[in-house]
């Protein structure tokens, strides 16, 4: 039977108890166990697809077309097994569930309550996460509830497992609890006082931790673990101490040393092999070794906050590793730049353009892709990057000089870039699709493959089809493909169903390395082969440093 371990945090949140969580994951699946995770996000949202990245960071998409918790991005980096839809829920999905149910009688007429209904709801909800009842059984399915302990909005998930924890019996549930230590430097010395008050609240819950990470700017002293220890109720080995790392692929190592998987193999009577991290140690040294560095622009309107960019940012560092340099990420926010300053661009040895949704900021992204253009710097957009370098082309290049995306001007002329029934003739007319009338103005998601035209950048580093992870509206305007191919822009790949544009770029004859992609291949990438299409743009990039600096 699948046997589960619950993650729960306390104090205050962005502690990292998606990185505590995968660094677990990661230990058990080292000892030869089939491991998943599953996270629950108490706010009512139904999932992350309309909320700002400034507040909630970016959103993560799986190859079954669920936009979900960046977390779920950090466990697809660490461990082997995919997410699905099913590995990420939200309060606003159980109450709809559980509303649709009361609607159609399901309740037999009973007085809908939290306690069992909403309960029993993130109870069956879990056990579909991890696979119970399917044919490809986990041998410890590891759920990270969301928020801190004491929330009002994270009590139902609290107490749903607590309950599934007890209805499995003996040694099938084990509890991690996350908690903060802050260094007060007044006083010079760690405060353990909010780690045993966050105790004291999961226990009034019903849960006792069988193990606590206690995050802290330091490693934390053994009199203060044996402390924690005796006002908390967890035996001594129990309490981990996490200090900050200067990189995430250390934590499963810190963890491991210390004992927590050994830890919790022995809560839930897991017999397994010793953990193998030889591949974790390689990645740390190869991290922490690079032979040479890259400078990188990213160049999007959420640079404000860094887990906007969250697989954008891991993937570029991936290729870093796969190059053996260190990518150095410089964030330029959109909205300053103009013609009147973009040579501040000339610093970098390669422009990346990300996703993003919205006017703001997109003009500042159209002179970027021009800049890079222009001045045959290794380019690579993503989403709305690919979008703007089309937008530009079509502008400077194709002689369209009004074309535009009716995302930011519902009225343009000339619509290059466009949701599919919006598509419009040269002269104006709008042009509806009969066939596949089901995409437009509907956002695309999830994997979806398109062929690769021989002898492109695409077809070296793909082949002949790719297969990549979509999350967007808009696409390029089929009616101007002809157009700005006769001006020399490149269509690498188009989608195997309906002919959509996928990958753009400029011939080598023209441009050393420039790329548009309408996929979002970030969220394919992982620290140990990198990304293709992210490992060839750091290559160029280094090219382009060494030919600057022969200059």
Not at 156 to 164: I, K, N, S, T, W
Not at 307 to 330: F, M, P, Q, T
Not at 362 to 379: C, H, L, M
Not at 398 to 417: C, M, R, Y
Request: overall charge negative; some cysteine; glycine content about 8%.
């Amino acid at each position: 039977m699948t046997k589960f371990v619950f993650v729960t945090g306390g104090v205050v949140s962005s502690l990292g108890k998606g990185i505590a969580s995968a660094s677990l994951a990661a230990l058990l699946e080292s000892r030869g166990l089939k491991v998943t995770l599953i996270k629950l996000d108490p706010y009512l949202n139904v999932d992350p697809g309309t909320m700002s990245p400034f507040q909630h960071g970016e959103v993560y998409v799986t190859e079954d077309g669920a936009e979900t918790d960046l977390d779920l991005g950090h466990y697809e980096r660490f461990i082997e097994t995919r997410m699905r839809k099913a590995n990420n829920f939200t309060t606003g999905q159980i109450y709809k569930s559980v509303l649709e149910k009361e609607r159609r009688g399901d309740y037999l007429g009973k007085t809908v309550q939290v306690i069992p209904h909403v309960t029993n709801e993130i109870q069956d909800f879990v056990k579909r996460g991890a696979g119970i009842g399917t044919s490809e059984p986990i041998d410890v399915a590891i759920v990270e509830i969301g928020g801190t302990v004491g929330d009002i909005e994270s009590l139902p998930f609290l107490e749903a497992v607590r309950q599934l924890s007890l209805r499995m019996g003996p040694n099938m549930a084990a509890f991690v609890h996350l908690t903060y230590l802050p260094w007060i430097g007044a006083a010079g010395e760690l405060k353990t006082k909010p780690t045993q008050h966050t105790v004291q609240k999961l226990r009034e819950i019903g849960i006792q931790a069988d193990a606590l990470l206690c995050r802290a700017d330091r490693r934390i002293p053994d009199e203060e673990r044996e402390k924690i220890s005796l006002f908390t109720n967890v035996a001594p080995w129990g309490v981990i101490s996490m200090p900050d790392v200067d990189t995430i692929y250390k934590v499963p190592r810190l963890l491991h040393e210390q004992g927590l998987d050994g830890l919790i193999c022995d809560k839930l009577r897991l017999s397994t092999p010793p953990a193998r991290l030889n591949r974790w140690d390689n990645l740390v040294q190869e991290v922490t070794n690079p032979q040479g560095e890259v400078n990188i622009a990213m160049v999007g309107k959420y640079v404000d906050l860094s887990d906007s960019y969250k697989s954008v940012n891991e993937a570029l560092r991936h290729a870093g590793l796969k190059n053996h340099v260190k990518v150095n990420i410089s964030y330029v926010d959109s909205e300053t730049l103009s013609a009147n300053n973009i040579q501040q661009l000339e610093a970098f040895d390669g422009i990346l353009v990300p996703g993003g949704f919205g006017q703001r900021g997109v003009e500042g992204k159209i002179s970027t892709a021009k800049f890079a253009r222009e001045n045959k710097v290794p380019y690579l957009g993503i989403c709305l990057g690919m979008q703007v370098a089309t937008i530009e082309f079509a502008r400077h290049v194709a002689g369209l000089s009004d074309a535009n995306s009716t995302e930011f001007d519902p009225q343009t002329k000339t619509p290059v870039i466009a949701l599919i029934d919006d598509w419009k003739d040269a002269d104006g007319t709008i042009q509806k699709r009969t066939a596949n009338s089901d995409l437009g103005g509907t956002m695309r998601l999830g994997a979806q493959s398109s062929d690769v035209v021989k002898g492109t950048i695409a077809h070296g580093i793909y082949g002949d089809v790719v297969s990549e992870r979509h999350r967007h509206r808009y696409e390029a305007n089929v009616n101007y493909l002809d157009q700005l191919r006769d001006a020399g822009l490149v269509i690498s790949a188009l989608t195997q169903r309906e002919q959509l544009t996928e990958i753009v770029e400029l011939p080598q004859t023209v441009h050393p390395w420039y790329v548009g992609v309408q996929f979002h291949p970030e969220f394919k990438s992982t620290p140990w082969d990198g990304h293709p299409l992210f490992n060839a743009f750091i290559k160029a990039s280094l090219v382009n440093r060494a030919a600057r600096a022969a200059s």
